[in-house]
């Protein structure tokens, strides 16, 4: 596989950009498959118990949910960003669940930004990923970090993005 050409750095990630990062659909093999490996609760598995639940029907796990959203953000994103991981998430929220056949849709939206202090090659962006179904009804909500190659290392912050306001 080759290394695709870098489009985005850090300075690129501002402060109030929005990003449609694409759709997908779990089909209900693909909803078996990943909880029968990663998440076996019946609900998950089992049309009957999953009737009896408080899904009403086979959905997907939430965790299921946040590996489509991560699949989107590489494919649509990250393949062309100079992405050099992420240190962690703040908050996930499963809001709805997600069943067989839904087309989801991943919004990307950053929150804040700033070089690093010990690392000046890198700036830490806090970013807010929201997924929404095919009714417009939210059913992902997750921020959390992402780190980014600087363009220019070491350059003034006044040269870089909008940053939120602190409370330091």
Known sequence: MST????????????GSQRDLGSISPT????????GQFDPQPFHLDDEAAKASVFGALCA???HTCAMAMRLMVTNFLHEAASLGSPGLESV???K?????DTLNLRHSVLESRPMSKRPDVGLVRTQWAMFNQHGEQVLHMEGY???RRRHPGAPVADG???APTNA
Do not use: C, H, N
Request: charged share 20%; proline share 11%.
């Open 97 to 101: 669940p997600v069943y067989p056949g």
């Open 4 to 15: 695709p050409t870098i489009r985005y750095y850090w300075e690129d990630l501002q402060v």
């Open 161 to 163: 993005p909008a940053q």
């Open 146 to 148: 992402g780190m980014f």
């Open 61 to 63: 796990s939430g965790w």
């Open 93 to 95: 929220k499963w809001l």
């Open 28 to 35: 209900r093999e693909e909803i078996l498959a990943f909880a």
